[in-house]
């Protein structure tokens, strides 16, 4: 049984981000890695045209890089400030306290050095999101069998018994379904729950998921370790090839 998704009232569109970079070659590939995560990337590789971009279309997250020609990242941000409270992600190798403090004054929402990883990048871009209530909105129902999440009420059943899961177990467990096939590394998870890396001596998100594979039972055995990366839930029956 595959993994399935219901929802009584229909599933709101994907968010729609801007990019404005200059760097012609990582526009490409985040458009292409956005794509594969459902999510409309539109690019401007220059200040001025993402402005007029930024104000002219309806986007629900902005992703500024600081520095451009024509108009650097820090300056397009305060004109979008003056006529709109979209949410800003600013990406920029700079650094420095002094910048990072600059984009955060300037009205940002996060600031990411470069070079990041991209599944940091969208994981941060969905919290984002969520806080700013523009994420795409949950379906009402997700299930794998007789595993079954409620999103709006963050509740867990399990062949119709409800699974008495923490905060964060709930967390770990929806984040992995919905990633289903996928490999989440550890980074990922712990950007996405806690919005920082994870430290290489850091165990807290295996300690979460062992307790999470107890509570489920012989459903456990859904989420695989993929050894020096992180987890992959399988959806297949009896989550096969997990491990």
């Known amino acids: 049984m595959q993994l399935m998704n219901h929802s009584a009232e229909g599933t ?31 690019v401007a590789h220059d200040g001025r045209r993402g402005l007029s971009r930024a104000l002219g279309g309806d986007y629900d997250l902005l992703l500024l890089d600081v520095m451009m020609p024509g108009l650097d990242g820090f300056e397009l941000l305060r004109q979008v400030r003056r006529q709109s409270e979209v949410p800003v992600i600013m990406l920029t190798a700079r650094a420095a306290k002094a910048d990072r403090l600059g984009g955060l004054d300037a009205g940002a929402d996060d600031y990411i050095p470069k070079p990041f990883d991209p599944d940091e990048l969208l994981a941060r871009a969905r919290a984002v999101l969520r806080r700013a209530g523009r994420a795409a909105k949950p379906d009402d129902v997700l299930e794998v069998d007789a595993l079954r999440l409620v999103p709006t009420a963050r509740e867990a059943w399990c062949e119709g018994a409800p699974l008495p899961l923490t905060t964060i177990e709930y967390d770990i467990l929806e984040f992995l ?11 990922e998870l712990t950007a996405a729950l806690y919005r920082r890396r994870a430290s290489p001596f850091d165990r807290a998100i295996d300690v979460h998921v062992s307790r999470l594979r107890k509570k489920l039972g012989p459903y456990g055995n859904r989420i695989g370790t993929v050894r020096g990366v992180g987890y992959l839930f399988r959806a297949g029956p009896s989550g096969e090839a997990a491990r």
């Open 177 to 187: 379904v919905r990633a289903s096939g996928r490999i989440v590394s550890r980074d």
């Open 12 to 42: 709101r569109p994907a968010p729609s981000v801007l990019l404005v970079d200059d760097d012609v070659e990582l526009c490409a590939l985040l458009q292409e890695f956005f794509d594969e995560q459902d999510i409309r990337l539109d």
